[in-house]
């Protein structure tokens, strides 16, 4: 990369203290940058750090006299910071707009303006690309499709038969999309498969992480609503629904029929049991387990998970445990 100061500041805003003309090469942390980098500073408690840094300029939310490196300064650094990150990150990605010769797609599959298609991509029957898509090497898209505008889709993900996915969608490599829920009848001591006959419907902005698995439904849908962030390793089974801005950590598993509100926050290696209703607003923190409906707001922690503060005094009262042992039995 190479950017002067002036058209960084035309791409995150601000103002500038110091030298506009000053050439860039670089972002980094504050901690570890060199010469032609610039980093920034998220807040008041990282000035000091601006003294010791070796970048060249810093993105700062306000002036800092003690400096003579050249600045920008905005109302929230980070943001500003991310704004530039997006432009960099998009031109490191920057895929040939065109189909290459050994993808294969279905004659009756249409596809949009301004594509990107990898090598080995196969595209099945009746299956609607948008316009602006980049598709990666090896990935397979099944029949009765729609990927929305601006989508991207990485190396060797799989969705399956009659899935729906919004604009601006960003799928990692390795997820599947579409596969068959775990539906078992047991019959005469025998597990009989329950055909999996549904669909998922996927919103805009969603964005599924590495080696995420995603259930079609029994019946009707699977949903992830617009917003949803899953992160890599998550399991979400059939027919569970997850709403607006909802965001689950790494190695969250959903069971059937899970129902989770809008912006919720459900921390790594959350288990959920099977048709569990979590209300708007909740956070559950990590490894917990949930076996009954949370009301909208709740905060919980836990195995089984319980109120955030109850599960405080608990940990502390079992810290105790020991001397408690020891106590009564010297009795």
């Known amino acids: 990369m190479e950017y002067t100061i002036k058209q960084i500041s035309n791409i995150i805003g601000g103002k500038i203290s110091g030298d506009e003309n000053l ?70 990605q920057q895929r040939p707009r065109d189909i290459h010769p050994s993808a294969v797609i279905s004659k009756d599959s249409s596809i949009g303006d301004n594509i990107s298609v990898g090598a080995n991509v196969v595209i099945d ?21 729609k990927i929305g505008d601006d989508s991207t889709i990485y190396a060797n993900a799989t969705i399956r038969e009659e899935v729906t996915i919004g604009k601006r969608a960003v799928i990692q490599s390795g997820a599947s999309i579409g596969d068959d829920g775990f539906g078992f009848l047991q019959i005469e001591g025998k597990h009989v498969k329950i055909p999996q006959v549904g669909t998922i419907e996927i919103g805009d902005d969603v964005s599924i992480g590495s080696n995420v698995t995603i259930a079609r439904a029994a019946l009707d849908k699977t949903i992830i609503a617009s917003g949803v962030k899953i992160d890599n390793h998550s399991h979400i089974a059939h027919n569970c629904t997850i709403g607006e801005n909802s965001m689950l950590i790494a190695y969250a598993k959903l069971a059937g029929g899970v129902k989770i509100g809008k912006n919720v926050m459900i921390a790594e290696d959350v288990g959920v049991t099977d048709h569990v209703e979590i209300g708007d607003n909740c956070m559950v923190g990590a490894a917990s387990n949930v076996y009954k409906n949370l009301e909208p707001g709740s905060v919980v922690w836990g195995s089984p998970a319980k109120p955030l503060t109850f599960e405080k005094r608990i940990q502390v009262l079992i810290k105790k445990l020991p001397d408690l042992y020891k106590k009564v039995k010297d009795l």
Not at 32 to 46: L, P, R, S
Not at 125 to 145: H, K
């Open 125 to 145: 029957g009746n299956t609607q690309i948008g316009q602006n898509v980049t598709i990666y090497p090896n990935v397979y898209i099944g029949t009765n499709c």
């Open 23 to 92: 050439c860039i090469t670089g972002v980094s942390s504050i901690e570890n940058a060199v010469e032609g980098d610039i980093t920034f500073i998220k807040n008041e408690n990282f000035v000091t750090k601006v003294l010791d840094t070796k970048a060249s300029a810093v993105v700062s939310h306000r002036p800092i006299d003690e400096t003579k490196k050249t600045l920008i300064i905005v109302d929230k650094p980070f943001f500003s910071f991310i704004k530039l990150l997006k432009v960099i990150s998009d031109k490191k």
